[in-house]
């Protein structure tokens, strides 16, 4: 039972391409978190999302910056336009339920760490 | 909402010593406390957890941690050390109870370094 992958594991794009992130969930798990961790700073939270739904986007920049989770296939994190302050690295992290899942577990992925440059 | 401090950013420390690294929180409703580590370019994994029950709690490798909820602590301690506990250690948060769903706020890391 492979865990949380994430792809690819380093991007490098230059100011104002876009990324693409990727975050498959543990089999099983319709619930993924994604999480950003800045240079010298713990991670924050950015989006919440089920199958379909985002639960809550409150940690996502108003700009650029947008999720999905489709009926089939993985999350994506998506970032329009990036400028050097997005250089970070990006944790997804899954579970299999949401209300009262930390009973359940809370699975992290290895993270994408994207420079721009 | 809820916050976390972790009072070291960094804890030097020789093999076989033992270690606590510190994490204080600060929240108006009840919640779960958690400890991850992070190895160099690897994710987080889950070290140990507080949900309910015993304040003491422990982990499989020999750390534990104890949820103080009058000083609102949670501090990780280790008895001796090894090399390969070096890693950067995270403190988090998450409420409990109610409609919670996991979202975890953070503290901003301690890195342990353990030196032969």
């Known amino acids: 039972n492979a865990g949380v992958m994430q792809n690819p594991r380093h991007l490098v794009r230059r100011r104002g391409q876009e990324a693409r992130l990727r975050c498959s969930p543990m089999k099983g798990h319709s619930h993924v978190y994604w999480y950003r961790q800045l240079p010298e700073e713990g991670l924050k939270f950015m989006v919440y999302l089920q199958k379909e739904n985002i639960i809550d986007e409150s940690g996502m920049p108003k700009e650029r910056f947008s999720a999905e989770f489709p009926k089939e296939g993985p999350s994506i994190l998506r970032i329009q336009q990036v400028v050097r302050g997005d250089s970070a690295a990006y944790f997804c992290?899954?579970?299999?339920?949401?209300?009262?899942?930390?009973?359940?577990?809370?699975?992290f992925g290895s993270g994408t760490r994207l420079t721009v440059v | 909402a809820q916050s976390v401090t972790q009072l070291d950013s960094q804890v030097p420390v020789f093999e076989e010593a033992p270690v606590e690294l510190r994490c204080n929180y600060s929240?108006?409703?009840?919640?779960?406390l958690f400890w991850y580590v992070q190895y160099p370019n690897q994710g987080l994994q889950l070290l140990l957890k507080?949900?309910?029950?015993?304040?003491l709690v422990e982990s499989i490798n020999g750390f534990e941690a104890e949820f103080n909820k009058s000083q609102t602590s949670f501090h990780l301690r280790k008895p001796s050390v090894h090399i390969s506990d070096t890693a950067e250690y995270f403190c988090?948060?998450?409420?409990?109870?109610?409609?919670?769903?996991?979202?975890?706020?953070f503290g901003q890391g301690t890195i342990l370094t353990v030196h032969p």
């Open positions: 507080y949900l309910s029950g015993s304040t």
């Open positions: 992290a899954s579970s299999p339920r949401g209300q009262g899942n930390l009973n359940y577990g809370y699975t």
């Open positions: 929240s108006s409703v009840s919640v779960y």
């Open positions: 988090a948060v998450s409420r409990s109870g109610g409609t919670s769903y996991g979202k975890l706020t």
